[in-house]
């Protein structure tokens, strides 16, 4: 049985629901994907995070060892190829066992482009966070996510 090596980067982050999800999947290591930013945008269910290009930028991901059975299960709550496409990508990946840095072959879901930006809701938000607090994350990145939404909303009178 041949495993792929997952990117995750929004709530599949959450070690608990990918437990649920994808029983044989494990995490081997943490990356940065380079170039990238993190965007909600959304759909008619909701806004979800996703990655674009942009210079400069990064997005912290958790790289998860998947079988088959769990790329299957990814594909049909990724949407997959409706919602979300994969992208294949090299990235050196930092073991969470050895620490010591490998270049693996990785796929990421990312959600088509022409989607527009949306506000997540804060129980969305929140299973993101939980991923973010448990590989040790800087928070900064979602904040910045959530930011962008909340400007292309024109949610200046928000309450603080």
């Not at 909701?46 to 790329?71: H, M, N």
């Not at 990145?141 to 959530?146: D, G, I, K, N, S």
Request: with cysteine; hydrophobic share 35%; charged share 25%.
């Amino acid at each position: 049985m041949k495993k792929r090596y997952y990117l995750a980067y929004g709530s599949n982050l959450n070690v608990r629901q990918m437990r649920m999800r994808c029983p044989s999947a494990r995490v081997i290591g943490t990356a940065e994907i380079k170039d990238y930013e993190l965007l909600f945008k959304g759909s008619h269910t909701g806004a979800y995070l996703t990655i674009e290009p942009k210079s400069g930028g990064s997005v912290p991901v958790a790289v998860w060892s998947v079988t088959d059975e769990d790329e299957a299960a990814l594909d049909r709550y990724e949407g997959f190829p409706t919602f979300y496409y994969k992208k294949e990508m090299q990235l050196p990946i930092k073991g969470i066992k050895s620490g010591k840095t490998r270049i693996r072959d990785c796929f990421v879901y990312i959600m088509h482009e022409e989607r527009s930006i949306g506000i997540p809701s804060l129980a969305y938000v929140s299973v993101c966070l939980e991923g973010y607090i448990s590989f040790g994350f800087d928070e900064h990145f979602l904040a910045e996510a959530q930011l962008k939404s909340e400007e292309a909303f024109g949610y200046e009178n928000r309450n603080h």
